[in-house]
């Protein structure tokens, strides 16, 4: 048996309005930014608020994998459709990395930063 068989890939969004995480074939976790201010009240406090952001996103990913016994911590593919300020810099990525890491995902992929 393949190892791909027991590896996931999960896609996390920073839509206009929520947090988006999804995998194929399961319905997606929708983290409301209306529903979490302290966190996305602006979209750099994510990454200001980093115990708050590990813990709302671990929450997230063990929602998402219920049900299942992956032998490796999920991929993580990260893309943004809600405009930050001055871009996404490099130093946003490594914290946006840390984040997603600490809280259980195995590689971070960044599209469209």
């Not at 992956?70 to 984040?99: C, H, M, Q």
Request: charged share 25%; glycine share 6%.
């Amino acid at each position: 048996m393949s190892l791909a068989a027991f590896t996931h890939e999960i896609s996390a969004s920073f839509a206009d309005d929520a947090l988006v995480l999804a995998e194929d074939g399961r319905p997606p976790i929708v983290i409301a930014y209306r529903d979490h201010p302290q966190i996305f009240g602006h979209p750099r406090f994510f990454m200001a608020r980093l115990e708050d952001s590990e813990a709302m996103v671990r929450k997230a990913l063990k929602d998402l994998m219920q049900g299942r016994v992956p032998l490796l911590a999920p991929k993580i593919a990260i893309s943004f459709d809600r405009p930050i300020d001055g871009g996404v810099t490099e130093i946003d990525k490594k914290i946006i990395e840390g984040i997603f890491t600490n809280a259980g995902a195995r590689k971070i992929i960044f599209r469209n930063a």
